[in-house]
């Protein structure tokens, strides 16, 4: 089990075992390059490894529970077995169950259990990250994005409401060690403000809930226009991802989930000192 509130900010290192992810998939579609990814990233000073088997962009294709699982499942054992604290990327209980009897320790829901019903008694003995979205599934969540400057964004303390709701939902003992996400990026649509604003109340949301919270801002949409970062250049959104994260850090956010974990870890380094 999970510390229910971690001692400092923990780096969650994102390791996508996908065609189709918005940043690199194909990358590491390879178990053995996902696995030599996951120990780059532990390396690096990644706290937690996030292994993802299905792709949740707006331009992901939905995968069966069965190839999730031939995806990531050979990834979560290898990396699990090496030492690393590992999460499952999944909105599937099917698939949340498999990973953590092959050790997993996290169960990184983007959906709050919205997208899968038997999710809540899946949960076990591990701790369970509910994210924020509306819609049944990822089609629909962003098909329902805010459009055009009349369309009014979602602001935390909606989000942190509708996250009670979904919190309330689990069993009582797996309350004690959910995490949040107010899912940046999800339904909100690609608007850097209402994200942002949502990243800047990070410890409003957890003081609220009373649980912490985990942000992942890493190479969004709403960062790259934000920081006006070209499509082709990655080490610009890496680097903007970074100052993303560093703001989610200051303002109360537990955790941070990145691609570039190295690039983060420097910049914690410098940012604790001042």
């Known amino acids: 089990m999970i510390l229910a509130t971690p001692p400092r900010p923990l780096v969650m290192g994102v390791v996508n075992v996908t065609p189709d992810s918005f940043s690199d998939g194909g990358q590491f579609l390879d178990p053995d390059a996902a696995v030599a990814h996951g120990l780059q990233l532990l390396r690096d000073g990644a706290d937690i490894l996030d292994v993802g088997g299905e792709a949740t962009s707006p331009r992901a294709i939905a995968v069966t529970a069965d190839e999730e699982l031939r995806r990531a499942l050979p990834v979560v054992e290898r990396l699990a077995a090496a030492g690393a604290t590992v999460s499952i990327d999944t909105t599937k209980a099917i698939v949340a169950r498999a990973a953590i009897a092959a050790g997993a320790r996290i169960i990184n829901d983007v959906s709050g259990g919205l997208f899968d019903p038997e999710m809540a008694d899946a949960i076990g003995d591990a701790t ?93 949409r709403f960062v790259r226009r934000a920081f006006g970062v070209r499509n082709d250049d990655v080490a610009g959104l890496d680097a903007a991802s970074v100052s993303a994260s560093l703001e989610a850090i200051a303002a109360g956010a537990n955790v941070v989930r990145v691609h570039n974990v190295a690039l983060l870890r420097a910049a914690i380094a410098l940012y604790t000192k001042q």
């Open 128 to 220: 369970y990250i509910a994210g924020h979205l509306r819609g049944r599934s990822i089609a629909e969540v962003f098909a329902a994005e805010p459009v055009g400057r009349a369309a009014r964004p979602l602001d935390w303390a909606t989000v942190a409401d509708e996250l009670a709701a979904r919190l309330a939902a689990l069993p009582a003992v797996a309350q004690g060690r959910a995490w949040v996400d107010p899912g940046l990026g999800f339904g909100k649509g690609a608007d850097p403000e209402a994200n942002l604003a949502l990243l800047r109340h990070s410890g409003d949301l957890g003081a609220r809930l009373g649980r912490p919270v985990v942000v992942g801002a890493s190479r969004k």
